[in-house]
């Protein structure tokens, strides 16, 4: 097993063999939110150990932060806030 943690969001990410499993999914990357994800090979598996924004949703919202600066709002709810107070 390989464990790293990620410079960028500060995420723990490991690396396991799983000979047991479907050769498709032998290598799996997970997280510490507990998401995982199989892959074919070690090489590829490694590609993904270097991205779990790629793989993860949590991950991925770190990792949006960290880039943009800023969280997204969310989607469908925000004409409510067009019409009302007003800040002093
Ligand atoms: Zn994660």
């Given at each position: 097993m390989i464990t790293r943690r990620n410079?960028?969001?500060?995420v723990e990410v490991s690396l396991y063999e799983m000979p047991e499993e479907d050769p498709e999914c032998r290598w799996q990357t997970d997280c510490s939110h507990g998401n995982c994800v199989g892959h074919r090979t070690k090489k590829l598996a490694m590609s993904f150990l270097a991205v779990p924004w790629e793989w993860c949703e949590e991950c991925s919202a770190l990792h949006e932060a960290k880039t943009k600066g800023a969280a997204e709002s969310s989607p469908?709810?925000?004409?409510?806030?067009?019409?009302g107070g007003v800040q002093g």
């Open positions: 410079r960028l969001i500060g469908g709810a925000s004409a409510a806030a067009a019409s």
